[in-house]
């Protein structure tokens, strides 16, 4: 079935740090790729989205690019900040015309993030 | 407020009770979700709907849980005789199901969550 395997966390980070937090999948046809962030007492909010192979999805500073050949999807920040500190997570979805289809996303276990001054 | 709203945030009950929880989608979007959260885990996906029709349910959901659209607008999950595994976060999530757009930040067929509400079993 399909599958979304998160890097585990907590991860901690000083501000200005590099981010990199792993995202690993497994589907059948061609899934579109996301990762959703969750700030403390908000629901889940999309963050950037890649739809086909080697797209690379970016939003306030973040990017993930689709690997179909590592199957992967991992999010990187060059400078974090303390409004960063979250719970991130990678979540794909397997409609082949998701257009149309329900989105029935399949998410990872989550990454939470802290980022200290 | 023109977000996903869910009711109560929290809810707290004896194992055997019944329990309702409710959903009021954005208001233009015809497509409303649940997922179910548990500590330490992503969401699951329950079911949803196309305006009134339920058009698809999880295998997570057992014939204790139902949910409801009457009006094509608001929904509610109902749990019937609780179990303390059915301890978790419940949510909500509405789309427009409009054409699809690359455009982060555009609505297009991009899912908006609620805040939850957190079922705790005893």
């Known amino acids: 079935g399909n599958s979304v395997t998160q890097m585990e966390g907590p991860v901690t980070l000083s501000e200005e740090a590099f981010l990199t937090i792993n995202c690993t999948y497994t589907?059948?046809?061609?899934?579109?790729l996301f990762w959703y962030v969750q700030y403390p007492g908000e629901g889940l909010q999309l963050l950037l989205k890649?739809?086909?192979?080697?797209d690379k999805g970016s939003n306030k500073g973040f990017e993930a690019t689709y690997r179909k050949e590592t199957t992967s999807f991992h999010l990187e920040k060059g400078s974090v900040q303390v409004s960063d500190s979250a719970v991130y997570f990678c979540?794909?979805?397997?409609?082949?015309?998701?257009?149309?289809?329900?989105?029935?996303?399949?998410f990872g276990q989550g990454t939470r993030l802290t980022i200290n001054p | 407020d023109t977000g996903v709203s869910q009711d109560p945030r929290h809810k707290i009950t004896k194992r055997g009770q019944n329990v309702t929880f409710r959903c009021d989608p954005i208001?233009?979007?015809?497509?409303l979700y649940w997922y179910r959260q548990t500590l330490g885990q992503g969401p699951e996906f329950l079911t949803y709907?196309?305006?009134?029709?339920?058009?698809?349910k999880s295998r997570l959901l057992s014939d204790r849980f139902s949910a409801e659209r009457p009006k094509g607008s608001f929904s509610t999950l109902e749990i019937q005789r609780t179990e303390q595994g059915d301890s978790a976060m419940y949510l909500c999530?509405?789309?427009?199901?409009?054409?699809?757009?690359?455009?982060?930040?555009?609505?297009?067929?991009?899912?908006?969550f609620g805040s939850g509400t957190q079922l705790s079993v005893l």
């Open positions: 999530a509405s789309s427009s199901g409009e054409l699809y757009s690359i455009e982060v930040g555009t609505h297009g067929n991009k899912l908006f």
């Open positions: 709907f196309q305006n009134e029709a339920q058009l698809e």
């Open positions: 208001s233009e979007h015809n497509r």
């Open positions: 890649a739809t086909k192979a080697d």
């Open positions: 589907a059948t046809g061609y899934p579109s």
């Open positions: 979540a794909l979805t397997a409609e082949v015309r998701w257009i149309q289809g329900a989105q029935k996303l399949v």
